[in-house]
């Protein structure tokens, strides 16, 4: 594995088992920040639907309502994230609308494992912290202070890593990379024929290349143009001639 800078980006290169080398640019801390915007959001509506559908509804009693609307973010965020990325190859919704993507810090296909540490350590990381900064006014003051320091050591980590691996990626061995954007090469339709001169000092165009050709594969081409060139030797086999002297009756071609 390989660590360079391209473009002004941070990329990893990844030499798999074939040898040909697959280049990565590490997603940018903003991008990151944008991506786990949209979680959070995504996951706030799906969270006040379940709560106003369990309030409306009345069918649990008010000690286990307010249970589980304490345990509510808890059970929405885990299964969200974790299922996502599972599902769409290590891309959530926040993910996808950003173009990058969770990969295996090796390059290989990411593992169940993974997926499910990076997650978990994401409520310690993320939003225990923001529960505690919620609740400031009722905490004392040596714990205002550790959560303060928490929150440091979260927000330091990435900046400090060439890799810009959270704790979570760290502990799993993943890394958020951009998704690669497929480019359409231009058309191999040559533009205009090429010239050959004959041996009399004319001048004659080679056949221009069609873009239906040009858009077939190597072997079909191949068995087109092989179709073509054989084409004036099989009419000429099937010509008659006339017997020759002896009579005998022959034909040649």
């Given amino acids: 594995m390989n660590r360079t800078d391209k473009d002004g980006k941070r990329v990893e290169q990844f030499i798999p088992p074939e040898g040909v080398p697959i280049t990565f640019a590490i997603a940018s801390l903003g ?62 919704l926040g993910k996808r609308i950003t173009g990058i993507r969770v990969i295996n810090v090796d390059g290989r296909r990411l593992t169940p494992h993974q997926v499910t ?51 979570g990626d760290i502990i799993a061995g993943t890394l958020v990379v951009d998704t690669p954007r497929s480019v359409l090469l231009s058309d191999l339709a040559l533009s205009a024929p090429r010239r050959r001169v004959d041996a009399g000092g004319s001048t004659n165009s080679w056949p221009s290349i069609s873009m239906s050709t040009a858009n077939m594969s190597c072997r079909r081409w191949r068995t087109c143009f092989a179709t073509r060139q054989r084409r004036p030797t099989i009419k000429r086999s099937n010509r008659s001639c006339a017997p020759l002297p002896g009579g005998s009756g022959m034909k040649t071609p």
């Fill in 31 to 92: 991008t990151r920040f944008g991506a786990q915007f949209l979680d959070i959001v995504f996951t706030t509506i799906i969270i006040f639907i379940c709560a106003t559908a369990i309030i409306f509804t009345g069918v649990l009693p008010m000690t286990a309502e307010a249970m589980l609307m304490v345990l509510l973010g808890f059970l929405v965020q885990i299964p969200y994230y974790i299922l996502s990325e599972l599902i769409w190859n290590g891309r959530t």
């Fill in 117 to 167: 540490a990076r997650n978990l350590m994401k409520q310690v990381e993320i939003f225990a912290p923001m529960g505690l900064l919620a609740s400031v006014d009722t905490q004392s003051a040596w714990e205002n202070g550790l959560t303060s320091l928490w929150l440091l050591a979260v927000v330091v980590v990435p900046f400090t890593n060439r890799r810009r691996q959270r704790l």
